[in-house]
């Protein structure tokens, strides 16, 4: 079952998570549904807040950024690249910053430069909640690092400078007012006040 995607201005982005246990009422089905929603939406990766959940919770797939068919932009690191992390923790993250255009489900039609560190590693649970622990870099580091702070409240416009965000604050509002033209269902915070 596909979930409306909570938009920009929804409070619900801005709390920070709280972490589950395995007894969390239909778990499954929910990741299974935020899968199904996340592929109807072409993204690579929607953490639970965006569908309205404050859990610590998020799914990824990066893959296909590993089949570009372009060699030069085809990234290794995403390759078979999908994974449900549960109550994750960044152990840490290093390297060389770098740059890459991010977008988000919950704010359509804007894509910014954003810049990370190129290595992470992260610990969580997966769907068995067996606990893990994994080293990523490249695009599979930057699609965990956009997710997890979906769980802390952070979204990647949080990250430009004060006249990128200047510049796209009217953008903004009209996302929040539900004056945009998406593919896909989402939930709008002013119109859902009006209700
Ligand atoms: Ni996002």
């Given at each position: 079952?596909?979930?409306?995607?909570?938009?920009?201005?929804?409070?619900?982005?801005?709390?920070?998570?709280?972490?589950i246990?395995?007894?969390?009422?239909?778990?499954s089905?929910?990741?299974?549904?935020?899968?199904?929603?996340?592929?109807?939406?072409?993204?690579?990766?929607?953490?639970?807040?965006?569908?309205?959940?404050?859990?610590?919770?998020?799914?990824?797939?990066?893959?296909p950024?590993?089949?570009?068919?372009?060699?030069?932009?085809?990234?290794?690191?995403?390759?078979?690249?999908?994974?449900?992390?549960?109550?994750?923790?960044?152990?840490?993250?290093t390297?060389?910053?770098?740059?890459?255009?991010?977008?988000?489900?919950?704010?359509?039609?804007?894509?910014?430069?954003?810049?990370?560190?190129?290595?992470?590693?992260?610990?969580?649970?997966?769907?068995?909640?067996?606990?893990?622990?994994?080293?990523?870099?490249?695009?599979?580091?930057r699609?965990?690092?956009?997710?997890?702070?979906?769980i802390?409240?952070?979204?990647?416009?949080?990250?430009?400078?004060?006249?990128?965000?200047?510049?796209?604050?009217?953008?903004?509002?009209?996302?929040?007012?539900?004056?945009?033209?998406?593919?896909y269902?989402?939930?709008f915070?002013?119109?859902?006040?009006?209700?």
């Open positions: 079952m596909k979930l409306p995607i909570v938009a920009y201005g929804d409070p619900v982005l801005r709390q920070a998570a709280e972490e246990d395995e007894n969390y009422p239909n778990l089905a929910l990741i299974d549904n935020m899968f199904e929603t996340m592929y109807a939406a072409n993204g690579v990766g929607l953490a639970a807040p965006q569908v309205g959940l404050p859990i610590r919770l998020f799914v990824v797939d990066a893959s950024f590993g089949e570009d068919e372009d060699e030069v932009s085809r990234d290794p690191s995403t390759k078979d690249f999908k994974r449900v992390f549960i109550n994750p923790i960044m152990v840490e993250e390297g060389e910053k770098w740059a890459f255009s991010e977008g988000c489900l919950s704010i359509p039609h804007i894509n910014e430069d954003v810049v990370r560190p190129e290595r992470v590693v992260i610990n969580y649970l997966d769907q068995q909640f067996e606990e893990q622990e994994e080293i990523l870099t490249g695009l599979a580091a699609v965990v690092q956009h997710e997890y702070d979906h802390e409240g952070k979204l990647f416009i949080d990250k430009l400078g004060p006249l990128k965000k200047a510049m796209l604050k009217s953008k903004l509002d009209s996302i929040s007012k539900g004056q945009v033209d998406v593919s269902k989402m939930s915070p002013q119109l859902k006040k009006k209700r």
